[in-house]
């Protein structure tokens, strides 16, 4: 992983965070929105232009691709660069929540 992309995604964003995790399986934009929106029971709602704004970036930098076009939506997935990203991320939430729950004690 180059430096750029560590420098841009990590931390990443809870809007970056949530593409990367919907990608795992295809998907498109409006049904990240509605997946993200089910997953935190409405308390994060993805605005269009942030979310179409973040996938065309992301795309760009090769964390997710385009796989196909359905009814005129972009189907998209995440690529390995993406899932590095993705991980590395999920550890350093992990590791937050460990030392939270650490010094709750």
Request: aromatic share 8%; charged share 30%.
């Amino acid at each position: 992983m180059d430096a750029h992309i560590k420098r841009v995604y990590v931390p990443m964003t809870e809007t970056g965070f949530y593409i990367l995790l919907c990608l795992q399986e295809p998907n498109h934009g409006y049904g990240i929105i509605q997946k993200v929106k089910e997953m935190t029971q409405g308390e994060i709602v993805l605005a269009p232009g942030t979310m179409y704004g973040s996938l065309s970036k992301m795309e760009k930098d090769g964390l997710i691709c385009f796989i196909r076009e359905e009814d005129k939506r972009k189907i998209y997935r995440i690529t390995v660069l993406g899932r590095e990203v993705l991980n590395i991320e999920m550890k350093r939430i992990e590791r937050l929540y460990a030392n939270m729950k650490e010094m709750k004690q």
